[in-house]
DNA sequence: ATTGGTTGTAATAATTATAGATACATCTAT
DNA sequence: ATAGATGTATCTATAATTATTACAACCAAT
């Protein structure tokens, strides 16, 4: 299994919001146009990452902005706002390993460790990439183009 | 969405083909039940193992036992030999982003990437640690229980 | 204050992925 | 031959994700 396409949608998403606000008025149905997905999985992202601090999104007239620096916002941020992981969990463990086998029975915290050792080194690659590094890749290739 | 459990059940696995080795047959009706999933699951699980060269499965007679030094199967030969992500992509995409549109043309051009070391950064923590490394700790484990 | 366009969110359906279960041909050692 | 395993196909069940529909709540402009 991979990871959430939330993510991949969420980082996006920003980059529109940010590529677009001065030219048009960025709405869900508009960011789902772009992004090619139903416009209610787009507002229920927007919805996580308002609650996460990044964006704001305007009731009833429309619209939404990044609501941070863009030096500031990381990847990571990105990804825990769009809660791509149960519980912030990266490894899916089998359930009910068995008891009165002794390794069955310890199989977690053999494990525990090590995964979230794994776990944490990727965490730490994405929080040294900020949206504004992603903007300005992106404003290079478009230009390209 | 999670990576899924064939990587914690295949370290499972492994660390009961060395564990039981020496007292018991290790079939796959016996890890089944450690385990605590179908049997086919660890057949199916096995013969993947098996095509890295990981373990050996004995047909007819039964039984398992691992293949490799154990201080030179990685974590990371585990997950590829797992199979847990799709073509080795961790992060999943959203597929069709619109053409027309700058940011959705250029959205995997610009991603790739930074996604790329995301992921390596994971890979590269999951190389340091080998099955040897899990066994150990393993043992300290069950002794104290 | 009504209207048009938009968000917020519930409810449901469709799709996809994973795991479980059954069945059985094949194999090996005895 | 037989008993006990594996290898694998097929089908079902379960779970998770995404898509869709619907509509109340909201805001700005006229």
């Known amino acids: 299994m991979q ?3 939330r993510f991949t949608i969420a980082v996006h998403v920003l980059v529109c919001i940010e590529t677009f606000k001065n030219d048009y008025k960025v709405t869900s149905d508009f960011l789902a ?3 090619n997905v139903n416009p209610v999985v787009i507002r229920r992202l927007l919805q996580q990452l308002k609650k996460a601090g990044i964006v704001n999104v305007v009731r009833g007239s429309g619209g939404t902005s990044v609501e941070k620096p863009l030096d500031e916002i990381t990847l990571l941020d ?3 706002a769009a809660e791509c992981v149960e519980e ?3 490894f899916h463990f089998h359930e009910n390993p068995n008891q009165l086998c002794p390794v069955g029975k310890n199989i977690h915290a053999i494990l525990d460790t090590r995964l979230e050792e794994i776990q944490r080194a990727m965490e730490n690659e994405m929080k040294s990439v900020t949206i504004q590094d992603v903007i300005n890749d992106a ?5 390209i183009k």
């Open 3 to 5: 990871i959430s396409s």
């Open 33 to 35: 146009l772009s992004v």
């Open 78 to 80: 990105v990804y825990n």
């Open 88 to 90: 912030g969990a990266l």
């Open 139 to 143: 404003e290079k290739l478009i230009k």
